[in-house]
């Protein structure tokens, strides 16, 4: 959960629509995918009307859920998308429709590395061909369904905390968890100076009181019931890996880099490693991105929805060229300079 409503977008200005950039040296260009919090009613819209492989792609979904999807992704309502056992597969089938088209429209568009946030990390494994897309969409559903039913039954709360480092949130989260006995944890690592707490509702009230008094320059509790990438999901765990487990999975065939370990995940075995982990493990973004700018990336490729990604790349290293493929527009400038 990147950026649940737009929060660190709107507090610091980042997520704005990156330059389009001139052609590119795919060997040295990474290709990362959004996860909750980039979603907006009409997502995918237009690229489903301009390429019959994106309609067919929100057609598939269509017909594996046995609902409309795409309806959803197109028209909302917003409280109807937002509902995490709707986003979940939205995102996913929204990522995967715009990177079909872009390697149908430039088969040269092959990453040297790729990576996604949470709930994107999905749409990376579908896109390097380590997960089928069928079984993408039922694995991401059944992730958002169990989800919801672990929020049900432990409600939960995540915080958002500006201007402190991740070292500083992780510290503070143990001291809260040690004065109140309730969990709290580091849940996102997005970017030097955004961290997103997630645990029991007064173990995070307290965490943001701390988190003012070290000097946050904001904490400020984010409106979801759901505590992603902590133990409150624990109970999520035993049904959705029942699912993980009964997943094909195959070697990638760009290398993935984890949210868990920020590492490569080489094959299959690493790969159900990962999902086993990711649901009550903290996202490592910060250190994904440092980890492929030091294997050689130089640009930046969003592939989805919004900019909420390039946003925080360029607050990690804003050297790094950052392209936004969030609308059919910016898809077709950006291949008419390749």
């Not at 819209?45 to 067919?56: K, S």
């Not at 009964?246 to 065939?253: I, K, L, M, N, Q």
Request: glycine share 8%; charged share 20%; hydrophobic share 45%.
């Amino acid at each position: 959960m990147p950026d649940p409503h737009g929060f660190f977008a709107r507090a610091h200005g980042v997520g704005v629509q990156a330059r389009v950039v001139s052609m590119i040296d795919w060997q040295t260009t990474a290709a990362i995918f959004p996860g909750q919090g980039s979603q907006l009613v009409g997502m995918g819209a237009d690229f489903a009307r301009r390429y019959p492989l994106a309609r067919a792609t929100f057609a598939e979904a269509d017909d594996i859920l046995g609902f409309k999807l795409s309806e959803i992704c197109w028209r909302g309502p917003a409280d109807e998308l937002n509902q995490t056992i709707n986003t979940q597969p939205a995102l996913y089938v929204c990522s995967v429709a715009i990177w079909r088209v872009l390697r149908d429209l430039l088969p040269a568009a092959q990453p040297g590395w790729m990576a996604g946030h949470s709930l994107g990390e999905y749409s990376a494994l579908t896109a390097a061909d380590a997960l089928d897309y069928p079984a993408g969409v039922k694995l991401v559903t059944a992730r958002g369904r169990f989800m919801h039913q672990a929020g049900a039954e432990n409600p939960g709360a995540m915080a958002a905390v500006l201007a402190l480092d991740a070292a500083q949130v992780a510290a503070l989260c143990e001291e809260v968890t040690r004065q109140t006995g309730e969990a709290v944890v580091l849940a996102n690592d997005n970017c030097p100076g955004q961290s997103v707490v997630s645990g029991e509702v007064m173990a995070v009230d307290r965490l943001i009181e701390l988190a003012q008094a070290a000097g946050a320059r904001r904490a400020v509790k984010l409106s979801v019931s759901v505590a992603a990438h902590s133990p409150l999901m624990a109970s999520a765990l035993e049904g959705f890996l029942q699912v993980v487990r009964e997943t094909a999975f195959s070697t990638p065939t760009i290398p993935i880099y984890g949210n868990v370990k920020a590492a490569p995940l080489p094959d299959a075995f690493a790969i159900r490693s990962e999902l086993d982990r990711q649901l009550t493990q903290s996202v490592r973004w910060t250190d994904s991105m440092r980890a492929i700018i030091n294997a050689g990336a130089q640009t930046f490729v969003e592939v989805g929805a919004g900019k909420v990604l390039t946003g925080l790349l360029r607050r990690i290293d804003r050297s790094k060229r950052r392209v936004n493929l969030d609308s059919a527009e910016a898809l077709e400038k950006f291949l008419a300079a390749q």
